[in-house]
């Protein structure tokens, strides 16, 4: 019985593992995040390749860019979602090397930042 417990908390600890990783390795890169959500928010034309970077943007946490407590009461976290998505869009050197960039990641930051 103790082998069966000890084999089945092992099978469902990697089968997490292996969601997490899985999810992880659909992360866009933030390059691709920062032209995207540009195109979005008013320079550019979104494409389809977009969606699946759009998405993760909104995906809660460890799979995406939105941060969310859920203890005690499922809430979402508007400024830590906010910094974390900044934190992640700007480690892409191109969305601040110019001040015409560093001013479009500001308004996607201040159109997109906060919204769940």
Same mark, same amino acid.
């Given at each position: 019985?103790?082998l069966r417990t000890s084999?089945?908390?092992?099978?469902l600890?990697?089968?997490?593992?292996?969601?997490?990783?899985s999810?992880q390795?659909q992360?866009?890169?933030?390059c691709?995040?920062?032209l995207?959500?540009?195109s979005?928010?008013?320079?550019?034309?979104p494409?389809? +390749?977009c969606?699946?970077?759009?998405?993760?943007?909104?995906i809660p946490?460890?799979g995406?860019?939105a941060?969310?407590t859920?203890y005690?009461?499922?809430?979402?976290?508007?400024?830590?979602s906010?910094?974390?998505?900044k934190q992640?869009?700007n480690?892409c +050197?191109?969305a601040t090397n110019?001040?015409?960039? +560093?001013?479009?990641?500001d308004?996607?930051m201040?159109q997109w930042?906060?919204?769940?």
């Amino acid at each position: 019985m103790r082998l069966r417990t000890s084999f089945a908390a092992l099978s469902l600890a990697l089968g997490i593992a292996g969601v997490n990783t899985s999810a992880q390795a659909q992360a866009p890169d933030p390059c691709t995040l920062y032209l995207c959500m540009a195109s979005i928010s008013g320079q550019g034309t979104p494409t389809g +390749s977009c969606a699946s970077a759009i998405a993760y943007w909104h995906i809660p946490f460890p799979g995406g860019l939105a941060i969310w407590t859920y203890y005690p009461v499922v809430k979402f976290w508007p400024d830590q979602s906010h910094d974390y998505r900044k934190q992640y869009m700007n480690s892409c +050197s191109g969305a601040t090397n110019t001040q015409n960039n +560093s001013n479009i990641s500001d308004a996607i930051m201040d159109q997109w930042g906060r919204v769940e």
